[in-house]
């Protein structure tokens, strides 16, 4: 990353005000402020780049606008909960039903799922390549335990076709074995002790089904958006992801 250029005067004459102020207010805000424990990451392709499976516009309401709320208000929920703050996402998500203060469990839940299923989703895409496929060794396990890649991606689009509302559907690995599951809302496989056992494991891919995802474009057609998108999944990613897990 560039690092940050140097603050002239006037800058930093503001930024102390800032300062002054969010002293006066408290600890509290000042941490908020100053430094919020998560942010937005660019994608790592252009909001056009995936079209035209998913279109640019939709994209950049969904990363600019969805994806940026989950992350403000997870950071809004964290600003009063520091050792919270501390932990990497991913162990916070799996040590939720330890947070005793409900509401503030419900947030984390809600808007820490949000955050970490969207930083998995744009990473889980890439600009369509013809020739993207699955390793031989993840070929050769989704063979193994769906019988055909054909019959893999028809159960995965009917877990996609079938959660009701907001969710998502998910291939994951647990024990060794590949399995196909589907989350309400933002939970997602890795929330122990809040989504049920059956549907816990390491997500290898992952497919938002909220209408935020499609329906600018394929209105109330989600089984058309599930059809398009198998053309823009990141099958590298996914392999290297598999080859971590099992
Ligand atoms: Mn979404």
Redesign the pocket.
Same mark, same amino acid.
């Given at each position: 990353m560039d690092s940050p250029s140097p603050i002239d005067r006037r800058q930093f004459l503001k930024l102390g005000t800032l300062a002054a102020t969010a002293a006066a207010l408290g600890p509290a805000y000042s941490n908020a402020e100053a430094a919020p424990v998560y942010t937005l990451a660019p994608l790592p392709y252009g909001f056009d780049a995936l079209e035209p499976h998913m279109d640019a516009r939709t994209m950049e309401i !969904?990363h600019g606008k !969805? !994806?940026a709320a989950y992350i403000k208000s997870l950071n809004t929920a964290l600003a009063s909960s520091p050792e919270l703050a501390q932990m990497p996402l991913e162990k916070l998500l799996a040590s939720l039903p330890a947070v005793q203060d409900e509401a503030l469990r419900n947030t984390l839940r809600n808007h820490g799922g949000?955050h970490w299923? !969207?930083d998995f989703?744009w990473n889980t895409l890439t600009p369509a390549v013809k020739s993207a496929k699955p390793s031989p060794d993840l070929a050769a396990a989704l063979n193994s335990a769906f019988g055909s890649m054909e019959a893999f991606q028809k159960s995965f689009a009917e877990a996609a076709a079938k959660r009701f509302g907001s969710g998502w559907a998910w291939l994951i690995i647990k024990d060794g074995k590949l399995k196909i599951t589907s989350t309400p809302n933002q939970d997602n496989p890795s929330m122990v002790g809040l989504v049920p056992e059956a549907d816990l494991g390491t997500a290898l891919l992952g497919l938002?089904v909220?209408e935020?995802?499609y329906y600018l474009h394929y209105q109330n057609r989600r089984p058309d958006y599930v059809t398009a998108w198998w053309n823009i999944v990141n099958w590298s990613m996914v392999s290297d992801r598999f080859a971590a897990a099992k």
């Open positions: !969904h !969805h !994806h949000g299923n !969207h989703f938002d909220w935020h995802a």
